[in-house]
């Protein structure tokens, strides 16, 4: 197998506020679960995946990939990403949370072009309907940025990635809903 140099982070810490406290990486859909469509999406892609989580650790681990709880509890994504990153053995990384369905099997390939193309520090997905600021790529050396806007006080993944060399890819085609979101209940009866 040709190795693609990318370790892949699926953000599962979140605490599911809008979804009743419900862990959503967990939750029923397509015959199986969030994470686990999350997985199916991007192990091809990649070399590695790590799962960023904070709850129902063994049902994670039994899915056979590295489970990383956060250093610091209920904080947001960028410490599940900060977490992680201190177990990542490749260059570059993508993240996906593990609510966002759809992901197309270009995902990564089109991020780490851009990136390497443009010499960014960070490449995200945008949609029509948004940019998806959690979709993103970065080489590994950018952490150390990320931990110094932390330190700051700034939790906010847009207040990173305005302080870096950052890129977009645009994913609409084909009238393809990419990266929809399923935050809350009625989010599951739109799904595709």
């Known amino acids: 197998m040709q190795r693609k140099g990318v370790t892949c982070i699926i953000?599962?810490?979140g605490q599911g506020k809008r979804m009743g406290g419900k862990n959503k990486a967990l939750i029923p859909f397509n015959n199986s679960t969030l994470?686990?469509?999350?997985?199916?999406?991007?192990?091809?892609?990649?070399?590695?995946i790590i799962i960023s989580a904070n709850r129902d650790?063994?049902?994670?681990k039994a899915l056979d990939f590295t489970v990383i709880e956060d250093?610091?509890?209920n904080q947001g994504p960028l410490i599940g990403i900060v977490s992680?990153?201190?177990h990542i053995n490749t260059k570059t990384v993508v993240v996906t949370p593990c609510d966002v369905i759809n992901i197309p099997d270009t995902y990564v390939k089109e991020l780490i072009f851009t990136l390497e193309l443009t010499k960014s520090d960070v490449v995200v997905a945008k949609t029509k309907q948004?940019?998806?600021?959690?979709?993103?790529a970065f080489k590994l050396e950018a952490i150390e940025n990320l931990k110094k806007i932390?330190?700051?006080g700034s939790l906010r993944v847009s207040d990173w990635q305005a302080q870096m060399k950052t890129s977009y890819v645009?994913?609409?085609?084909?009238?393809?809903?990419?990266?929809k979101n399923l935050n809350e209940p009625c989010d599951f009866s739109e799904a595709p």
């Open 71 to 73: 250093q610091t509890k």
């Open 170 to 179: 645009e994913f609409d085609r084909k009238g393809e809903q990419y990266f």
């Open 84 to 86: 992680a990153a201190e």
């Open 150 to 152: 932390i330190s700051e």
């Open 35 to 48: 994470i686990e469509n999350a997985v199916q999406a991007l192990q091809p892609q990649v070399d590695e």
């Open 130 to 136: 948004r940019t998806q600021h959690l979709n993103c």
């Open 57 to 60: 650790l063994s049902y994670l």
């Open 11 to 13: 953000l599962a810490g």
